[in-house]
Each structure stands twice: as C-alpha cells, then as structure tokens.
C-alpha cells in the first residue's frame, strides 16, 4: 500500500491535476498509478510529464529510451519501473524478451543502443561521476553531444521516478516483474 494517498479516479485528484490526468488517460487508455500518486503535486506531476514530453521529442528512439529505462530501473531497484517498462518495452517499443534481459544487465544486442544503455548505467552507478574514456566511447558509437544530454536526462528522469515509487511504495499496476537483486 503506498505511504500517501493515491486518487483513485482523476475526478480524487486535486483540481489543477485533472486535465494532466484526462491527458494521460487519452495516451494510455489508462491512468497508471505513479501519475496519480503524483498528482498530489500538481506542479510535480506537471513538471515530470513536460520533462518526458520533451525528451520524447528528442533525437533518441523510444527503443532506446525503454532500453535505458529498464537498465536504470534494476539498477536503483525499482520494481514499479521495472514492471511499467517491461510492459511498455513489449508492448510499446517491440522489445523482445532477450533484449529487455540485456537492458535490465545494462547492455543491448543492437550495437549503437547497446553504448547508450551502457553509457546510462554507468551514469547511474557512478552517479555522473564518469571518464573522458567513457564518453568518448559512446561518441565512438555515433551518438552526438545532443544525444549524449539527451542520454544523461533520461537516467535522471528514471532515476526520479525510481526514487517516487520506492519512497512512496507506489501500487504496481502493471504484470509485475521481480527484480534480480531485490533488497
């Protein structure tokens, strides 16, 4: 049960939320429970969705952008990612079952996304803290600086999420998925 409320309809929702909501509901047919537990802060749950509009107007594929979500998501142990980005993986992005295990492992079989996943893991456990090395490997793979920003706000963007339904135990409302390492 999550440590604060969750609406359960868009019309539980505080009022500036519900037309985010009603948004989220034509996209996905559903309204999932993290953008709920959000919208107790209308300004988090804005802030958060104009952040993901954004970055899926960018320059990397929404392959690659699952690809990314899946590997930082097991990484910082967050079942809820895990089990959203799965579904969204097979369903949305087309991944196969093979390739969302060598996302979770931070890694691809395709060999340009399998340096963004790497690069993105390696953002995530280090923490940023990452070499010239590192980033010219990724360059090396035929990712620009555009793309390489793109790479680093899409781990703190899951990362963020991560971080919101850990501290807050948000309800999977998705097929659940065990993490490999669960704490």
Known sequence: MSRIP????????????????ETI?????????????????????????????????????????ERIALAVAEINGCAYCLS????????LAKLDDAEITANRSGRSNDLK???????????????GQVSEADIAAVKAA???????????????????TNYVNEVFKTDIDFPRVTLRNAA
């Not at 959203?84 to 369903?91: C, D, F």
Request: glycine share 8%; aromatic share 6%; charged share 20%.
């Open 142 to 160: 035929g990712y620009d600086d555009g793309q390489l920003l793109e790479i680093v706000q899409h781990v703190a963007l899951n990362t963020w």
């Open 6 to 21: 969750t609406p359960a309809t868009i019309e539980d929702a505080p009022e500036a939320a519900r037309p985010l909501l």
């Open 25 to 65: 509901k034509k996209k996905f047919g559903m309204v999932p429970n993290i953008f709920k537990l959000i919208s107790n802060s209308p300004a988090a749950l804005k802030g958060h969705l104009g952040l993901a509009d954004a970055l899926g107007h960018g320059a990397l594929p929404p392959q690659t952008r």
């Open 113 to 127: 996304a399998d340096a963004a996943v790497q690069f993105a893991a390696l953002v995530t456990r280090a923490r």
């Open 84 to 91: 959203a980005h799965t579904y969204t993986g097979k369903n």
